[in-house]
């Protein structure tokens, strides 16, 4: 298996972190927990993601908007506190951020080449858009991703791709991103009676699969199941949003998945990717619960211990 991590995808902010649930440094504790594993190697980034290929994908407000901490305050969820800058918010949060994006990059760079999967466990940030950003996130890495995958040739504008979202919240900044491009293909499993209720990007997925609030984890996996028996066979390649928000521990999620349910999950995505031969790079999406990093262990751990990879 193929991991991507950097110490540099933590968010620490000390005492400010008990302004949001997200455990900004869960990707070391993941890290820690998988790297004696013999059959997991490690990636990591060269740099961060530069501004100059993130404003090649945001639209001229959003170029502004992205370096205004009001916009970023509101975007993070979290009160503005008028002491703090936003360099202290760009060293703090943004900066991680960016190499999340550069994983991604990486990811997928690296699946286009050599096939395969790769989990980068950070990114995901399925909520942002070009003209947007909301809901933790900040910058839609896939999107980048993407723009810079056909910008430097390992893409063509007409080769098919697929998104899976399996995060517990609609993928709007996706379907937003891809709304007009029928290249793209969208398999999205969400919480219906939670944020974002967008009736607009919700019509965009291809195979959407909403799920009633308390949906517990035999149920959630047989839907899934199911829809991802719909996915064609031709698609060059896949971003998988694969978040722990699913978990009955996350306050925000509203889904009732256990540690070892997430973990199939994930066995029957990349069951149903490698059988057609589609690479792979897995994201990190949300996970707002303290089990989070202990789900994503289990789960990547499980999928090595099936021979994928």
């Known amino acids: 298996m193929n991991v991507i ?32 594993n013999k059959d997991i190697e ?13 404003d090649e994908f945001l639209s ?6 992205v370096r205004n901490k009001n916009g970023i305050f509101q975007a993070l969820e979290v ?3 008028p002491l703090i800058g936003f360099s202290f918010l760009d060293r703090k949060i943004l900066t991680p951020m960016r190499w999340g994006v550069a994983g991604t990059i990486l990811g997928a760079t690296q699946a286009l080449k050599n096939g395969g999967i790769y989990w980068n466990i950070s990114g995901g940030y399925h909520h942002a858009m070009q003209q947007n950003m909301e809901g933790f996130c900040i910058y839609n890495d896939v999107g980048i991703c993407h723009q810079q995958l056909v910008k430097n040739g390992l893409l063509g504008a007409d080769d098919k ?4 979202d399996t995060d517990a919240h609609h993928g709007n900044g996706n379907a937003y991103t891809f709304m007009e ?21 919700r019509d965009r997925v291809d195979i959407p699969v909403p ?64 059988k057609r031969s589609v690479p792979t790079v897995m994201l990190g999406g949300g996970g707002y619960s303290r089990d989070s990093a202990r789900s994503v262990i289990r789960a990547i751990s499980a999928c090595v211990e099936s021979g994928m990879g």
Do not use: W
Not at 10 to 33: A, E, Q, V
Not at 42 to 54: L, Q, V, Y
């Open 211 to 274: 799920l009633q609030p308390g949906i517990d984890g035999q149920t959630y996996l047989q839907r899934y199941s199911e829809a991802l028996e719909k996915l064609d066979d031709n698609y060059c390649l896949a971003f998988v949003v694969a978040g722990t928000d699913t978990l009955m521990s996350d306050k925000l999620g509203g889904l009732c998945l256990s540690i070892d349910d997430v973990a199939e999950r994930e066995k029957l995505t990349l069951q149903a990717l490698s």
């Open 161 to 164: 791709i697929l998104i899976i």
């Open 5 to 36: 991590y950097s110490k540099h995808f933590n968010i620490n902010l000390g005492l400010l972190s008990y302004l949001h649930p997200f455990d900004g440094t869960k990707f070391k504790t993941i890290y820690d927990g998988l790297k004696t």
């Open 60 to 65: 001229s407000i959003m170029q502004h908007r």
């Open 42 to 54: 490690f990636f990591e980034p060269s740099e961060s993601a530069g501004m100059d290929i993130i």
């Open 181 to 201: 491009n029928k290249q793209v293909s969208i398999l999205d499993v969400y919480n219906a009676g939670i944020y974002p209720t967008s009736g607009y990007t």
């Open 79 to 81: 009160p503005r506190i």
